[in-house]
C-alpha cells in the first residue's frame, strides 16, 4: 500500500462506526488538510455503502482536526440502484469536527450523453513547467509533485504577484502513487489558494465548505489542474477546480468557500 492508502485506511469498530488516524503527513502547519479529510471519510463511506465510489461529496469544516485518532459514524439516507446518498459525521475526543453529505456510485457503470463546452487547460509541457517552491510548514507538499506555468510561482517566493486568481499545471504523487477517486478529492484542495497571487503566501484561509464530483476514474499519469477565484468580499472567498487527466478527461471538479484573513 502507498503512503496515501496507508493513512487514509479505516477501521471499522462497531456498527456504523469506523476509525481512522490523521498523520503529521497530510497538514498545513499542524492542521491535516481539508481534502486529505474528505478521503478518509470518503474510504469509511465506501466500506459502509454498497456503492463503492464517490460520486459527490460535501463537507461543512466545523472546527479544526488535529493529528491523532479520528472517529466516523455514517447513515445511509437513501439507496438506489445506481446511486446511495449517505451522511458521514468525523469526530475528535467526543466533539463532531465535520459533516460530510455524499453521493456514491460505480463509475465504471456510468453511462449516458456527454457535452462539453470547455477543455482541459492550456498547459506546457509537464517537463517544462516549474515546481511551487516548498514550504517547511505544509508538510502534505512532501508527498506531492506540484507544477506551475513558469513565472506564475513568483507569488510564492517573495518576488512578482500576477493577480490572476488563478493556478494552472501539473499535479501528481511524489511516489508515483496511482490516482484513485479518493486521492482526487484530496487533489482538489492540495494547491495554494489562489488568493495568494494577490497577496503572496501570508494570512490564514480556513475552509468553511467543500464540495468534490467525481466524474471518472484517471488514466495514469501526472493531473492537469486549474483552480481560481474570482471574488473575494468581506474576507471570504470562492475557489473553482478543475482536474484532467492525462488523456484530457475530465476526472473532477470542486468548489469551497473559504475565509481569507491577513495577518493582524
Not at 476509525?19 to 503529521?24: I, K
Not at 456510485?105 to 462539453?116: C, H, P, R
Not at 486568481?165 to 482538489?188: C, H, M, Q
Amino acid at each position: 500500500m502507498s503512503l496515501f492508502e496507508q493513512e487514509t485506511a479505516v477501521t471499522r469498530v462497531g456498527d456504523n462506526h469506523w476509525r481512522g488516524c490523521l498523520t503529521e503527513n497530510w497538514c498545513v502547519g499542524t492542521v491535516p488538510n481539508g481534502g486529505y479529510l474528505m478521503a478518509i471519510a470518503a474510504r469509511a463511506l465506501s466500506e459502509a455503502l454498497p456503492h463503492k465510489d464517490p460520486l459527490s461529496m460535501n463537507g461543512f469544516y466545523l472546527s479544526p482536526t488535529v493529528v491523532g485518532e479520528c472517529d466516523i459514524f455514517v447513515e445511509v439516507l437513501s439507496e438506489g440502484r445506481s446511486t446511495t446518498q449517505a451522511v458521514a459525521k468525523l469526530y475528535q475526543k467526543g466533539e463532531q469536527k465535520i459533516q460530510f453529505t455524499a453521493a456514491f456510485t460505480s463509475l465504471d457503470k456510468l453511462y449516458g450523453e456527454t457535452y462539453m463546452e470547455v477543455g482541459p487547460p492550456e498547459i506546457p509541457p509537464y517537463d517544462t513547467c516549474q515546481n511551487l517552491p516548498q514550504a517547511p510548514i505544509i508538510t502534505m507538499q512532501n508527498q506531492l509533485i506540484q507544477k506551475v506555468i513558469p513565472g506564475t510561482e513568483t507569488c510564492m517566493t517573495g518576488g512578482e504577484l500576477h493577480k490572476s486568481g488563478e493556478w494552472s499545471g501539473w499535479i501528481d504523487f511524489s511516489d508515483s502513487t496511482r490516482v484513485d477517486p479518493f486521492a482526487l478529492l484530496f487533489f482538489s484542495d492540495a494547491f495554494p489558494p489562489p488568493v495568494f497571487t494577490y497577496y503572496g503566501p501570508t494570512g490564514w484561509v480556513p475552509t468553511l465548505e467543500l464540495t468534490v464530483q467525481v466524474r471518472a476514474v484517471p488514466q495514469p499519469g501526472p493531473l492537469k489542474v486549474h483552480f481560481s477565484t474570482k471574488m473575494l468580499t468581506q474576507g471570504v472567498m470562492e475557489e473553482d477546480g478543475e482536474i484532467w487527466d492525462s488523456e484530457d478527461n475530465l476526472v473532477a471538479i470542486s468548489r469551497q468557500t473559504a475565509k481569507f484573513r491577513l495577518p493582524k
